[in-house]
Nanobody, 127 residues
Framework: QVDLLESGGGSVHAGGSLKLSCTYS???????MAWFRQSPGKEYEGIAS????????RYADSVKDRFTISLDNAKNTLYLQMDNLKPEDSAKYYC?????????????????????WGQGTLVTVSS
């Protein structure tokens, strides 16, 4: 129902920055976009969500004040600006879309219940 493609991952030193992008397309009206991540051996973590219309942006405590989620509806592109990166931010980052959930309802939802999920882009932060 929705196609998502992430880009922008890479390797940086601690304290550095990266900006991830996610282009999306869907024949249905998307209600909310979000970023998730998964480190080896850990569960998926929802880190930021943004509604496509009116509503609040949400961040997990682990990334608050360091990461910024934004959305360009005209370009159908979701972004994640990541600053002051830490080694514990190393993970595969995924963008996701949903047609009815947003905020914590989306960030804590199971992957298989969401409207769409990308293939991911790898971020490695070295100390």
């Amino acid at each position: 129902q929705v196609d998502l493609l992430e880009s922008g991952g890479g390797s940086v030193h601690a304290g550095g920055s990266l900006k991830l992008s996610c282009t999306y397309s869907s024949w249905r009206s998307i209600y909310c976009m979000a970023w998730f991540r998964q480190s080896p051996g850990k569960e998926y973590e929802g880190i930021a969500s943004i509604p496509t219309g009116l509503g609040d942006i949400r961040y997990a405590d682990s990334v608050k004040d360091r990461f910024t989620i934004s959305l360009d509806n005209a370009k159908n592109t979701l972004y994640l600006q990541m600053d002051n990166l830490k080694p514990e931010d190393s993970a595969k980052y995924y963008c996701a879309a949903d047609f009815r959930r947003c905020g914590w309802f989306m960030l804590y939802e199971k992957k298989e219940n969401l409207g769409g999920w990308g293939q991911g882009t790898l971020v490695t932060v070295s100390s």
